[in-house]
């Protein structure tokens, strides 16, 4: 993967972030993109500070002509694109119910239509020269109900599908796509659904009332963890592996 060029979504943090750590530790440049030009900037700091050859290029992915233009951006000051990851995401918890139409729109913009964007941009591109592969980083809430997730899950739902059938029409073009599903994972998403200290124990014990069976493996996942994964799907090690899910859960969904 060395002196490959790699655009991140969500990169400012959590799982993006690490992903764009990971990539960067192999020798891929990495186009790192968030909202957040702030905390972008300061990852992106971070990451140049480690050896990672990165570059800030703050978007708001659920608005398609700024998307468009970034790409343009990124290949004309890096070059081709052969790598993209979708890591971008956010979360807005409540009963379905009781959701607002912001909060269901708000998740499916970034979850799923950001997904779109960036993909289209990417793989058109991609496309052209004949070669490439893409990760989206979904959840293993789109295949496994959860309560007071229901948006978040079906916009990760939406997404996976989105990626496999996207995945099987360019596949023609020698371009792969691919899924990671990660369960529960120690970022500051998984924080905010945690209302006091036992989140931690509720999260890999189980809950009854809620339905969850709880981690087999006993512990959380590290960003670290998903974003081998993601960069395992995205190598020549996975040459002939496309239209798959990958979970990283610790059993979680029971193999779901």
């Known amino acids: 993967m060395d002196d490959s060029i790699a655009l991140v979504t969500g990169a400012a943090g959590g799982i993006g972030i690490a992903v764009a750590r990971a990539l960067g530790q192999r020798g891929v440049r990495v186009a790192a993109v968030d909202r957040d030009p702030e905390q972008l900037g300061r990852a992106v700091e971070e990451l140049t500070a480690e050896g990672v050859k990165a ?90 109900p959860r309560t007071g997730m229901s948006a978040y899950a079906a916009s990760k739902a939406a997404a996976t599908m989105f990626t496999k059938s996207l995945g099987l029409e360019v596949a023609r073009h020698g371009i792969r796509c691919n899924v990671v599903a990660p369960g529960s994972t120690d970022t500051p998403m998984l924080h905010s659904m945690w209302e006091d200290d036992s989140g931690p124990r509720g999260t890999i014990e189980g809950r009854a009332d809620a339905f969850r069976v709880g981690i087999p493996l006993g512990r959380l996942a590290q960003p670290t963890q998903i974003a081998e994964a993601v960069v395992f799907l995205l190598s020549d090690e996975a040459s002939h592996i496309t239209l798959h899910t990958l979970t990283v859960d610790g059993g979680a969904s029971l193999g779901g």
């Open 55 to 144: 570059a800030a290029f703050p978007i708001d992915v659920t608005r398609s002509a700024d998307v468009e233009e970034t790409v343009a951006t990124v290949e004309r000051e890096f070059g081709p694109l052969d790598h993209l990851v979708n890591a971008a995401g956010v979360l807005r918890l409540g009963e379905a119910r009781e959701l607002s139409d912001e909060d269901w729109n708000a998740t499916f913009a970034v979850n799923a239509t950001g997904v779109f964007h960036v993909s289209r941009a990417v793989v058109n591109r991609m496309a052209a020269r004949g070669r490439g592969a893409l990760v989206t980083v979904a959840s293993n809430a789109a295949t496994t």
